[in-house]
């Protein structure tokens, strides 16, 4: 069986996202699952969950395997996304398991699972982008405030517009500098409730009435809004401590964030799902506080109204 290719050959094969050959900080993997199926829509998925095709596929699995056998299918894996699976057109992009011969005395198959999470799917994703949607595939520095295509071509909001028009979503990579501020804005707790964060930054920082949270209509105003916001909340820990406070110990179920997006006040709305499954000192100290002294990287899939659903979360 040929060896898979190791990490440092899968960072080279990824290019400018090397970063994704790491462990993220933050993933949501109910998300990232069901963006995976409507983006690769694997026909095959494992004999012992819910069988799509009660076929057996028996192949030597490798990197120059061809997937076929009762499958009915006889694709040759492409060598651009060799070390991630079979990779397959039409009826089956992706094989979720997979028989190999069994190389003993007697004639048996022994039947294997691929190693499958969130992580992996999330790669997939990238590289399905890369080869068949390189256009919709957005990378922004922050604060810095432009978006740009693979090929380094400005996508404005004109362009942005008529890419989600159709399906799928761009694809945008984040990647935030240091002392790049993260403000928490809303938090929903796992068991109910909602705490406004943005409040404790209103009332903290500014007298009775000087800020009001605008409408989101009014676009300078808001700039203004969290231009001022900018200027007063220079620390990055008492942002944490407001996420701390507001959780109170419970476990959160999605909690928004501003990003400063530009130097001239703009912002990236920011949306994660941790469904109670992280620790709120995730978000608290490693996004918010450690992610403004060292900065941090974002994978997610961009939404109209500058807004981005967090697939994943990288330390630098």
Known sequence: MTKNPGSKERSDQLGRLWWLVDAPLFSDDKLIDKFHDALVWPDLCDEESQSVRKKSIESNFSADAVVGGNAEVDIPLPSFLKWLGPKLDAEAKLSTAYARDKFFEEADTLVGKVVENSERKLIEIA?????????????VDAPGGVFKNFR?????????????????????????????????????????GFRPAYKRFESELFGRGEIVFPSDENKEKTKEYWEKLKQKSNSSRFAMEVVEDCCDGGRIGWIDFRMMFSNEGSTLHLHASPAGRYHTGTFAYNFVHRGFKFGCRIIGTLKAGNSVNILGIYDK
């Open 127 to 139: 590289a399905t982008y890369m080869s068949d949607f390189a256009d919709r595939m957005l990378f």
């Open 152 to 192: 380094g071509d400005v996508c404005d909001n004109d362009v942005i517009s008529k890419m989600l028009e159709t399906a799928p979503r761009p694809l945008v990579f984040i990647d935030a500098k240091r002392d790049s501020q993260i403000l928490p804005t809303m938090i929903e707790m796992e068991d109910g």
